[in-house]
């Protein structure tokens, strides 16, 4: 679903529930007007059920601690300015121990409410407990039930542009070595490997967003695999962005190291560099759990290790004979490329089971 219908949803779910909070309360409270009833179910529907169920839980106890703590201290110390000021670090303190999160500061907040308008309603604290106990609850009986949100196809969808964008910095590095390159071309590539890093982050974000919308979810049993799918998809790419820095690392060094080997590098290097990017490609394509997604890969991977084997074999150039700096380079970079291949395989790798499996919608 897109962000703008998620947002949506959640306007309209907000609006039901904030109303359905207030239709309860106003029967349990006819003498009263009970605002706070919708503003905990307003606060209480969140992104994903779960996300409801910590809000609501941890608004009603911060409530319940700021009204507590109200009343042990109202009759002893009055309300004075000094008093406010006491009870509101001593809220704030009780707050943090309680680890509530944002909602620690409706301890001070409901501290101070009861301190300074008991006085006028001895019914106010009971109302106030009360009513948010009723709209959190609210909020996430209206989250529960109407259409639950889910992200797992987000996740999914993070993950393949992850795989694309590796693949794609691959087929651009093969496509430079075709050419004229040299050490600031290969710095280059070294730059863009290492802002993969966002890229991760944002799949992270996408996968533990996903993990979090599964609890609690109704739809949850026909989801709860993909979780597993993506994380090790997730950890075969983290991987693999370390091998392609290695990669552009290596060029990087040879360049700098010795311009004339790097000149001279074989064609096959290239090859082999295209084929990998090929395999993660076809690896991206997978993680969708497109038809023969998982036989292009093998596909792929077999071709990627011949160009590999080919490329070991390779003669670079008299000026990188064995024990070279650069036959030392050259080595590095096939270790990397093999590394690669490993991560992607879907029958032998360690993250065989990232592949193949498409995401409920």
Partial sequence: MRAEGLMGLRVVKTGLAAGLAWLVSARLFADG???????????????????????????????IAGVLLALLVAHGLGLHAWSIGLVTAAAMLLGQALRLGQQAVQ???????????????QLYPRDRVLETLIGGAVGVAVNLVVVP???????DMRLGELAATIATLL???????GGRWDHARAREWLMRARRLHQDLDAAREALAQAEESVRYNPRRVAHASATAHFQAALTALEHTAFQVRGITR??????????????????????????????????????????GGVDRLRRALVGARERQAEAAAADAGPAAGPGSPAAAI??????????????????????????????PR
């Fill in 107 to 121: 301890v001070p907040v409901s501290a101070l409410l009861v301190l300074a308008l008991s006085g006028q309603s």
């Fill in 33 to 63: 007007l009970p605002v706070l009833a919708p503003l905990a179910a307003l606060l209480t529907v969140q992104v994903t059920v779960y996300r409801s169920v910590a809000v609501g839980l941890q608004r009603a106890a911060a409530v």
């Fill in 171 to 177: 087929e651009d590095v093969a496509a430079g070595l």
């Fill in 330 to 359: 050259r080595g590095s970079l096939l270790a990397d490329c093999a590394r690669m291949l490993r991560e992607l395989d879907p029958d032998s790798g360690p993250h065989a089971e990232a592949v193949g499996q498409a995401a």
């Fill in 149 to 155: 949100p889910l992200f797992t196809r987000t996740a």
């Fill in 250 to 291: 290596s060029f990087t060094d040879l360049a700098a190291a010795d311009p004339a080997a790097a000149a001279a590098l074989s064609p096959a290097f290239g090859a082999a560099i295209a084929a990998v990017a090929g395999a993660m490609r076809a690896f991206g394509e997978a993680l969708g759990g497109d038809s």
